[in-house]
């Protein structure tokens, strides 16, 4: 320590008293320097005051006025060894009286380790690190602490008496110094803390240009090719580049991510997708072991859209998990939903809590405008093909198996068959399909086969309804036992079959089909009064397979449309040539509705030849019929 001749200053400045931090040991003192201490204990032949938590000094004097407990400002006279320590002899200073003077904070010289630099080899030694705070724990012991440097992330243990939360002043994003001791605790390097507490203002701002700079360099994905030639994917690669940097960053960040997906096979299939690539990352990044349940969660939606109802649950775990376990608020990936108009409203509710969220659909999102759509406005990054001149072809699957590419490129050999079975779920072609579907084959998926897997994946999904079934998915699409994943599919392609064949045994007698003078051929069926209800498949499902049944017969290349509608809600599937040659977009229709019948509450939407449409049980005639009108006044 530098030498301090400090007391009584020229000029009529105050005096300078030093103040130990707790952690300072006696070489921190200076001879004839003044400390500000606290008397702990009082003795006929004088007091012990101590400077800090392990350096106390004795102040001889007779019958002192002084008692337990208060603070006092003494001079260190002298340090001599004594029984093989050292002893520190105090007297009083000139500035006892009053608080009449400048306060110094003296920190303890130790130099500042790198977080990446701890090793076993500091076990037991005390060691200085800087970083920022980015959870804190309260366990039934210690006051858990999370902290990252600019190298890499650590555990502090702050204890006290047991439950009793440490440090109660200090926040997540705090930025702060820490000494401590080295320990193990379940086999990764943790720092029993003697000492927490704020950097000043200038190095804390240091520090965190160092980490974030650290973060974003390492975040940075790097530049991979995609599975297929697509003049499409390649104008979303900023976009989508954008993503897996930002899904790195937060787990670099302790940050938990949030995946939301359809729960058909194309976002079960973009789930998992980016699920396979998160949790390698997670287990390499955390000291937690068990980070992958802790900082990752996946959990499917029922509708094509993000609900508020699913944004509530969402908001209200994130609010829980922020003050019961310090956590940060999670970063929100939407995939195969998030792009609509129907998805403004729960991402709206989540923007006002300052919630991240990245959207990556095909669903259509109206309107676009130099690249923009509506949702834009409530989202951080939005990938979807519409914003670059493509179409729902490019399913959400194949774009989600190409973004996890990105996020984690050791799992390009284990996923790449995965946007076949996206595509052959959600009925998409397209020269990317064509591509998906040769890279599959090679794989040993063949059409039939995927049609297989796909099916067997909504027909489980319907069971597990908001589960996400993790260990049933990876059977199903062949990421873990491949004799295993052959055995299920054969038990459930057979219970599906069934329970498909009767369903079509109630409903195709009782289809109506009307022929209009533009050429197109209109199926209807009420699936209220001819389907079995609350079983598979679901009436969405239902309408898919009659409608498939009914084009089977006729042919693809002809314009063949199926509504079915239950009493408050109809479900439309059309074959591409009505979309293609007559130019129908289902989500046009439904606006044109909201316009002309407003007392219907019309709503929905989806891709442009299949979709839901919603109203109000007694405007369902007036509704229908509209629509009904509509495709009949289509035009080649």
């Not at 380790?113 to 076990?123: E, P, Y």
């Not at 873990?480 to 329970?499: F, G, I, Y």
Request: glycine residues 6%; contains cysteine; aromatic residues 8%.
């Amino acid at each position: 320590m530098k030498n301090k001749q400090n007391t009584y200053q020229p000029n009529n400045k105050k005096p300078i008293v030093y103040v130990l931090s707790p952690s300072c040991q006696i070489e921190d003192l200076e001879i004839g320097s003044d400390y500000e201490g606290v008397i702990t204990r009082v003795e006929k032949y004088g007091f012990f005051v101590s400077l800090s938590k392990s350096v106390y000094g004795l102040l001889r004097t007779r019958n002192p006025k002084e008692k337990v407990g208060d603070k006092i400002v003494v001079k260190v006279a002298e340090i001599k060894p004594h029984k093989g320590k050292m002893d520190v002899d105090l007297t009083y200073s000139k500035t006892r009286y009053g608080n009449n003077y400048e306060t110094i904070k003296v920190k303890r010289n130790i130099k500042r380790t790198k977080i990446a630099d701890l090793s076993s080899d500091n076990i037991g030694r005390n060691v200085a690190i800087q970083g920022e705070i980015i959870q804190i724990q309260q366990t039934s012991g210690p006051t858990i602490f999370t902290v990252r440097d600019e190298t890499d992330v650590t555990w502090v243990a702050a204890f006290n008496e047991p439950g009793v939360r440490m440090y109660p002043e200090l926040e997540v994003d705090d930025v702060v110094e820490i000494l401590g001791e080295v320990s193990l605790h379940s086999g990764k390097i943790q720092i029993e803390s003697e000492l927490i507490e704020e950097l000043e203002d200038d190095e804390k701002d240091n520090l965190k240009n160092l980490i974030a700079d650290a973060i974003d360099k390492k975040a940075q994905p790097e530049h991979v090719e995609f599975l297929v030639e697509s003049e499409i994917l390649e104008k979303l690669r900023p976009k989508m580049e954008l993503a897996a940097k930002t899904i790195r960053k937060a787990i670099l960040d302790g940050r938990s991510i949030l995946v939301r997906h359809h729960w058909d096979a194309d976002g079960i299939c973009a789930g998992l997708a980016v699920e396979h690539a998160v949790l390698p990352l997670l287990r390499e990044e955390s000291n937690d072991a068990d980070a992958e349940w802790h900082f990752f969660k996946r959990s499917p939606s029922k509708a094509p859209f993000y609900e508020l109802e699913d944004v509530v649950k969402d908001l209200s775990f994130a609010l829980e998990d922020q003050e019961r376990h310090g956590q940060k608020l999670p970063l929100l990936v939407l995939l195969d939903n998030g792009s609509t108009e129907e998805d403004v409203a729960a991402l709206s509710h989540s923007k006002v809590f300052g919630i991240e969220s990245i959207v990556v659909d095909h669903h259509y999102p109206g309107e676009v405008e130099n690249g923009r759509a509506l949702i834009d406005n409530y989202v951080d990054v939005h990938v979807n093909p519409y914003l670059v001149d493509g179409d729902s072809q490019l399913t959400a699957g194949a774009l989600a198996v190409e973004l996890a590419i990105m996020i984690n490129p050791d799992v390009r050999e284990k996923i790449k068959h995965m946007p076949a079975i996206a595509a052959i779920g959600d009925h998409a072609e397209c020269s990317e399909v064509d591509q998906y579907l040769e890279i599959a084959s090679k794989e040993g998926y063949d059409r039939d086969e995927l049609d297989r897997v796909a099916t067997c994946v909504d027909f489980e999904s319907y069971f597990l309804r908001f589960m996400n079934g993790r260990g049933i998915m990876n059977v199903l699409f062949g990421l873990e036992d491949n004799k295993k994943q052959a055995d299920l599919l054969d038990v459930l392609m057979n219970e599906s079959d069934k329970r498909v064949e009767t369903q079509l045994k109630a409903a195709m007698p009782n289809v109506e089909t009307f022929y209009f003078d533009n050429g197109i051929q209109l199926n209807r069926l009420d699936v209220e009064k001819y389907a079995h209800k609350f079983t598979y498949p679901a009436p969405g499902k239902t309408t898919g397979y009659v409608h498939d049944k009914l084009v089977q017969e006729k042919g693809e290349d002809q314009p063949i449309m199926t509504l079915a509608n239950g009493p408050d809600f109809a479900v439309i599937r059309a074959t591409e040539v009505i979309k293609n040659d007559f130019e129908f977009n289902l989500n046009n229709v439904i606006t044109k509705i909201q316009e002309e019948i407003p007392q219907a509450g019309a709503d929905g939407g989806g891709h442009e030849v299949a979709g839901s449409l919603k109203f109000v049980e007694g405007l369902q005639k007036e509704v229908l019929t509209m629509f009904i009108e509509e495709v009949k006044n289509l035009k080649r």
